[in-house]
């Protein structure tokens, strides 16, 4: 199933951007006179650009290289300053984020990563990246990757880096120190030009008033709707699910999802005036904002990097109501009802995103069938936990290991690397998230484990929001990253 754009768009004036056209780009070596460097330099140089031939014949990774022989290629690469190049192998193997922006205005009640709402930054604490600084850590990458061949990112599953953590993507841009913001898609495109790596673009949706997140979300759609693209991207989501904490408002306030009616809206211009109860009137703001993200992104409907994520709790946990399937179907139906609305009232006004009743039918008949695909597969950390244990405060450990299955076999796993103190054979491969101020750590979904390892980039010294999970109160360090890699090369 390969990209299938359908024959409409919407008639949307492209807005003015500050992208970079001109990619950045350095690869000088500068060593101050370091005669130890130069020459360390030189040899490695030697042993890539032999690599770089039997890479024709059997293509390596930089994990496979021998570590000896090709240290010092990173000499002069200021991000790598005071690495090893087994210290940067290992950081770059299963390298799974980049987090550039820490915080999320959403407050999802699933949210794994317990998002609170961003801060900005001040004195000697960062919650967004310098713009200057990711540009440092994505030209080091690219300057390594021309030195040995081939990018340097290893991936053994989903190949894939996002640009997030805890944020969403919607809510992800830079600046740099003249203000001028860099979005989601440009910061994308100058990361993908250096790594090579795709990305995810995850989303649950923005206040549709908002006109600088709603044209943004638009360009966005163009962006993602152009073949070359697309191509840079894992994946494209868009979230709906029954822990949205609007949703999660209205139910606090006591309304009741199943007595929603579209029809009586007051944004019908014969309800006009209609007085609703504040739980139906928070409701009423969840379920329009959820429509109009669809309506925002249906001419990707067709794409096949294009998904919603729907993820209720299974029916059978009866402690957890208004969060189950059953109700997430409520949910579905009232969204798909409102979305009509809005689609018709386009037709017979702006057309912006239809043309046609065909138009019409063809979205409604598409997001009915991509909404119809849930997951009932959550993972129990965040604030996900908190929520299910506060819901059912009798439940046993065993219990929760059985339904939310792989917890216990991370937990095994984090225990026998504390036990040998060393991270060759583990059952697991942790992935690796890199923070804000370019320090990594390791990450199963459930924890994370500090490491000794960073960049070289001026926020290293800054202090960034608290990650969730809590990191463990444990630490790889340097000695036991470098028994990670023996020599594994025959050249």
């Known amino acids: 199933m390969r990209i299938q754009n359908i024959q409409f768009a919407p008639t949307i004036s492209k807005p003015n951007t500050s992208y970079h056209t001109k990619p950045y780009d350095y690869d000088s070596v500068s060593f101050s006179g370091h005669k130890k460097e130069d020459s360390q330099y030189k040899k490695a140089q030697n042993y890539a650009n032999m690599m770089k031939i039997a890479n024709v014949i059997w293509p390596f990774d930089l994990q496979d290289y021998d570590m000896e022989k090709i240290e010092g290629i990173q000499n002069g690469i200021s991000i790598f300053e005071d ?45 967004r990246m310098p713009f200057e600084d990711f540009i440092e850590i994505t030209s080091g990458i690219k300057a390594l990757r021309k030195r040995i061949g081939f990018p340097p990112i290893k991936h053994h599953g989903q190949a894939y880096t996002d640009l997030f953590y805890d944020a969403d993507c919607m809510e992800i841009s830079l600046f740099d120190k003249n203000g001028l913001e860099y979005d989601f898609t440009e910061l994308h495109d100058i990361f993908y030009d250096a790594t090579r790596s795709r990305a995810v673009f995850d989303t649950a949706g923005w206040n549709p008033n908002n006109l600088k997140m709603q044209k943004r979300a638009e360009k966005y759609v163009q962006y993602f709707n152009d073949l070359d693209n697309i191509n840079k991207m894992h994946q494209v989501n868009l979230s709906i699910s029954p822990f949205n904490s609007i949703y999660a408002k209205s139910i606090e306030l006591g309304f009741e999802p199943k007595d929603y009616d579209v029809k009586n809206q007051p944004w019908h211009s014969e309800n006009s005036g209609k007085e609703l109860s504040k739980g139906e009137r928070i409701y009423n703001i969840y379920i329009n904002r959820m ?34 399937v059953e109700d997430y179907y409520t949910i579905k139906t009232q969204i798909l009802d409102t979305l009509r609305e809005k689609l018709n009232m386009d037709l017979a006004g702006e057309q912006k995103y239809v043309k046609s009743k065909t138009n019409v039918q063809y979205i409604m008949y598409n997001y009915s069938s991509m909404l119809n695909q849930i997951d009932t597969d959550l993972i129990m950390s965040g604030r996900f936990e908190k929520l299910y244990r506060e819901k059912n405060p ?57 490491t000794e390892i960073g960049l070289n980039i001026p926020s290293k010294i800054k202090t960034t929001p608290i990650l969730t999970p809590t990191p463990e109160d444990y630490t790889v360090t340097k000695e036991m990253v470098k028994k990670v890699y023996k020599k594994s090369s025959s050249f």
Not at 307 to 324: A, D, G, L
Not at 419 to 434: E, G, Q, T, V, Y
Not at 437 to 442: D, P
């Open 291 to 324: 429509a109009n993200m669809l309506m925002t992104f249906s001419p990707l409907i067709g794409e096949k990097k294009f998904s919603i994520i729907s993820r209720p709790v299974n029916s059978f946990e009866t402690n957890m109501k208004y969060h189950t």
């Open 83 to 127: 690495l090893t190049m087994p210290e940067i192998a290992f950081m770059l193997e299963d390298l799974h984020a980049i987090a550039v922006k820490r915080g999320c205005s959403n407050k999802c009640l699933h949210c794994y990563a317990g998002a609170e709402p961003p801060d900005k930054n001040h004195d000697d604490y960062i919650s």
């Open 394 to 450: 009798d439940v046993k450990q065993g219990y929760i290991d059985e339904v939310f299955e792989p917890i216990a076999d991370f937990r095994e796993n984090f225990e026998q690397l504390k036990k040998s103190n060393s991270l060759k054979r583990l059952p697991k491969r942790f992935l690796k998230i890199m923070d804000a101020n370019g320090k990594l750590y390791l990450y199963d979904g459930y924890r994370f484990v500090p």
